[in-house]
């Protein structure tokens, strides 16, 4: 057997406190269950305004490292997003290290419900990528700390399961509207083209609010399924996945992956707005002034799609689905101030809306 590594307190400060994505986070909670071969972190950035909430991943990440830089810079996102969504939540966020498809189980979804238990009720989790709502009703067993679990009426008045697509659809919608009516001087989406990368949960839902209020779609997407549901249910046309962000349309809906605006892109795009629910759109924080140099209207993504946790967070505080589309709503004043703001300062619009959440949580 190898000898084990030992590392120095030094070791241990500069690989944690000094980590470049640590900034100032309050707790961080490290666990491990031999019996379910569990291994998590759990990562509080901020909780002024409230409870940290936000979901919990789980991934087959390659290192710890890996999962900690991804733990850490999650939950410090997600402050920003709560306080820009006019919550009283903090940022948090929880990483399962383990391939989803292999290494999930009862048990050891039971034991990161324990450990969420003990962690208090100062992070509650939600889904995310690799943990479903019946993994965190699982957790729900052993603590009250996971959201998004309960059935409730959704904010079109019908009966949801839990999932914030449609909320997060939603708020897209209100946002892209906010976004036009700044850009184009009127918010009438009669016969406006807008191309949608990706019509998932969110970018479908998004297309038929759009096709009802009257726009021409365009979409791709690497489902034939989902295109074929776009096109015969919305008379959307099908764009090549390639050509989809540089075609001559009036917006830009992200609705697909991360980094879509990134060197490459972004000198193609003809859009004058980019307004769709992809969360980490810009590949560097550097693409946000690349898009103001090129006169594009980009309403931030955590901005425009927090209309999920916005409906999450109701889940809590008692579930009125007029207060909720009202909450929802809001989103559009927001995106109006920093549009505002960028357009005073000629900062970037992603810029001054970290600006505009530090001065709601820091305050
Ligand atoms: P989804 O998986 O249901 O939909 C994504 C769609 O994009 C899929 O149909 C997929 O086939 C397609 N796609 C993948 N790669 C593509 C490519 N290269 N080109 C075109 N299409 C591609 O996911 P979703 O829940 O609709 O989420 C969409 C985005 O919005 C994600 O970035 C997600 O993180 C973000 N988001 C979602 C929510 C929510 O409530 N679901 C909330 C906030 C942010």
């Known amino acids: 057997m190898n000898a084990p590594m030992i590392k120095s307190q030094d070791q241990i400060n500069s690989s944690v406190f000094d980590h470049a994505e640590f900034d100032e986070h309050e707790q961080l909670a490290f666990f491990s269950d031999k019996k379910t071969g569990l291994k998590a972190i759990i990562a509080v950035h901020n909780s002024n305004l409230g409870p940290a909430l936000g979901g919990c991943r789980m991934w087959n990440y390659a290192t710890d490292e890996e999962a900690l830089r991804d733990v850490l810079r999650?939950?410090?996102?997600?402050t920003y997003k709560s306080a820009l969504a006019n919550l009283k939540l903090g940022g948090g966020k929880s990483v399962i290290i383990g391939d989803p498809h292999k290494h999930k189980s009862e048990a050891l979804l039971g034991a990161m419900g324990r450990f969420l238990e003990r962690t208090g009720n100062r992070y509650i989790a939600a889904e995310d990528s690799g943990t479903s709502v019946a993994d965190l009703k699982v957790m729900g067993r052993f603590t009250d700390n996971v959201a998004g679990i309960t059935e409730r009426v959704g904010i079109n008045g019908l009966a949801c399961n839990g999932d914030p697509s449609p909320a997060t659809a939603y708020g897209t919608f209100?946002?892209?509207?906010?976004?036009?009516?700044?850009?184009?001087?009127?918010?009438?989406?009669?016969?406006?083209?807008?191309?949608i990368q990706g019509v998932g949960n969110v970018g479908y839902r998004l297309a038929r609010y759009l096709k009802l209020a009257g726009a021409e779609l365009f979409v791709s997407d690497i489902h034939q399924v989902q295109l074929q549901r776009a096109v015969e249910e919305l008379d959307a046309q099908v764009i090549d996945q390639n050509d989809i962000l540089s075609l001559d349309v009036d917006v830009l809906a992200p609705c697909a992956l991360g980094a879509s605006l990134n060197d490459q892109t972004i000198p193609l795009i003809k859009a004058k707005v980019i307004a769709g629910a992809a969360n980490?759109?810009?590949?560097?924080?550097?693409?946000?002034?690349?898009?103001?140099?090129?006169?594009?209207?980009?309403?931030?993504?955590?901005?425009?799609?927090?209309?999920?946790?916005?409906?999450?967070?109701?889940?809590?505080?008692?579930?009125?689905?007029?207060?909720?589309?009202?909450?929802?709503?809001?989103?559009?004043?927001?995106?109006?101030?920093?549009?505002e703001r960028s357009e005073q300062t000629d900062q970037p619009t992603g810029v001054v809306a970290d600006r505009l959440a530090e001065e709601r949580f820091l305050a």
């Open 74 to 78: 999650l939950s410090k996102g997600m």
């Open 280 to 339: 980490n759109q810009l590949a560097s924080t550097e693409h946000d002034q690349m898009l103001l140099d090129s006169g594009i209207l980009y309403a931030p993504d955590y901005v425009i799609n927090a209309g999920g946790i916005i409906d999450i967070y109701y889940e809590r505080v008692g579930h009125d689905y007029q207060r909720v589309k009202a909450h929802i709503e809001t989103i559009s004043d927001t995106l109006n101030e920093i549009f």
């Open 174 to 195: 209100v946002g892209l509207k906010a976004a036009v009516k700044r850009q184009y001087g009127h918010d009438d989406l009669k016969g406006l083209k807008v191309a």
